[in-house]
């Protein structure tokens, strides 16, 4: 798509399709139950699917994985009046995450590079290495929701998946700061390879 064409996203859409439905969960929850709070974040994470769609023509990969195990998570909970189903929600969301993540370094792809290289401009070691770790990170995130939602309670549980894996999230982030600057490209490097992208892509 040329840049001519291309439609650029408001500001407040990202973070209304990433945290929007999460907030209407919350706010459900607490306001009737864990059932109610699974159908509003469905109906949630469709209408904000369908919103980016609407605004960017596309949908974003990560989004769209969480919201097919949300809907189905989610149906089967419902269906079966069952919490378990949708307790167990993150922790494949997580395994999922990591498994796309261990699969891109086996055939020597980094994933992460193709969503975050505009804003993360990393040398080829760096990818790997950082894909390595969020893989790792998604793994213990997704074994720290089974043993919660297994012997907390379902108040705990809730302000964990709606503000603890965030919080945590924003931790792992911060700590990675460090290693990145030391794998960053220089601002030559990084137009370097931009413009090798370019010969290639022509």
Same mark, same amino acid.
């Given at each position: 798509m040329s840049e001519a064409t291309e439609t650029k996203a408001p500001a407040w859409l990202r973070p209304a399709v990433d945290y929007g439905p999460l907030a209407i969960f919350f706010a459900t929850y607490w306001l009737s139950d864990l059932m109610m709070a699974t159908l509003a974040i469905m109906i949630a994470t469709a209408v904000a699917l369908l919103l980016s769609f609407m605004i960017e023509r596309r949908v974003p990969p990560m989004p769209l994985?969480?919201? %097919?195990?949300? %809907?189905?998570?989610? +149906?089967?909970?419902?269906?079966?009046?069952?919490?378990?189903?949708?307790?167990?929600?993150?922790t494949i969301v997580q395994l999922l995450f990591a498994a796309a993540l261990f699969a891109g370094l086996a055939f020597k792809r980094p994933l992460l590079k193709p969503l975050?290289?505009?804003?993360?401009?990393?040398d080829e070691? +760096?990818?790997?290495?950082?894909?390595?770790?969020?893989?790792?990170?998604?793994v213990a995130m997704a074994a720290l929701n089974e043993a919660i939602w297994r012997t907390q309670s379902t108040d705990f549980w809730v302000t964990f998946k709606v503000f603890g894996i965030l919080a945590l999230t924003f931790v792992f982030v911060a700590s990675q700061i460090y290693f990145m600057r030391s794998h960053m490209l220089s601002i030559d490097e990084d137009e370097t390879g931009d413009e090798r992208s370019g010969g290639l892509k022509s």
């Open positions: 994985v969480t919201a %097919v195990v949300v %809907v189905v998570f989610g +149906g089967l909970t419902l269906w079966l009046e069952d919490e378990t189903f949708f307790k167990m929600k993150p975050l290289g505009s804003a993360w401009p990393l070691a +760096g990818w790997v290495k950082l894909s390595s770790r969020f893989a790792w990170f998604f």
